[in-house]
């Protein structure tokens, strides 16, 4: 009887639906896993470049060095990708302030939008994943718990069938069922781990993001009023800050 109980006779006494369900959470747990391996992987990384990518920028002389070796050396991280949209925009916005829809309004407010839009694409690019981690960590419970009911619905026809129900009859049949449930949780576990840690590193991910936008940003309009002569008015940075709003209450 132990034999008969083990996983290689559940497997052969399952129909078409139990297998379905099966590969359905083989499925669901092998691409969440996928995820979670390469996208912590990524993470570490990213964290890497960017701690060594602001070591040196608070180090340099000026904007224009980092300007000079984002030019030779493309950026490897979101910082120094929005370190390199605010220094094009400036720029830009300077040469194309009256002939450019886009940096139409002045530097500031053209300077607010690229830094809002980089912000944006980065909480898109680190949310890619997200959705079929927490989908896993949902609805593979359910899924085991259908294939549970399923299973016992079958073992109860045997038993109906062959007119005996006693404990040894009905041990094997249910106990192999509950397997399903086993299988879905063993899914949705790590799933909801990960996808909980995800969202809180992506959430404190923008909020450095941001702030360092907001850096950014005066950086950029003191060099940009300095160099008029002038100190830059607090109605640029009001105008930047209400233009970001808290990106990072975009991923829950």
């Known amino acids: 009887m132990e034999q008969g109980l083990g996983f290689s006779h559940f497997l052969d006494q399952i129909d078409s639906v139990g297998i379905s369900v099966l590969v ?9 896993w996928y995820l979670i391996i390469t996208k912590s992987i990524a993470n570490l990384i990213a964290t890497r470049r960017a701690e060594a990518f602001l070591r040196h920028f608070w180090n340099v002389d000026s ?23 605010a220094i094009d925009a400036a720029a ?28 944006d694409q980065e909480a898109n690019r680190i949310e890619n994943g997200l959705t079929l981690i ?14 549970t009911v399923w299973g016992i619905y079958h073992a109860l026809i045997q038993i109906g069938l062959s007119g005996q129900g006693t404990l040894d009859k009905v041990a094997g049949p249910v106990g192999e ?9 063993a899914v949705a576990i790590p799933a909801v781990l990960a996808y909980n840690a995800f969202v ?33 008015a607090p109605e640029a940075m009001q105008s930047y800050s209400a233009g970001t709003g808290n990106i990072a209450e975009k991923v829950q």
């Open 92 to 119: 830009d916005a300077k040469i194309h302030s009256s002939h450019k829809l886009a940096a139409a309004g002045g530097t500031s407010e053209f300077l607010t939008r690229t830094l809002r839009n980089g912000i």
């Open 134 to 147: 927490a989908s896993a960590g949902s609805a593979a419970p359910y899924i085991g718990l259908f294939g």
């Open 177 to 185: 069922a509950l397997i399903m449930t086993a299988l879905g949780l």
């Open 63 to 85: 904007l224009q060095v980092v300007s000079n070796e984002l030019k030779s050396v493309p950026p490897n991280n979101a910082f120094a990708e929005l370190a390199k949209l």
């Open 24 to 32: 359905l959470l083989l499925s669901l747990s092998v691409a969440s």
């Open 200 to 232: 809180r590193r992506n959430r404190i991910w923008l909020a450095r993001l941001e702030a360092f936008a907001h850096d950014l940003f005066t950086l950029v309009t003191v060099g940009d009023e300095n160099h008029q002569g002038s100190t830059p």
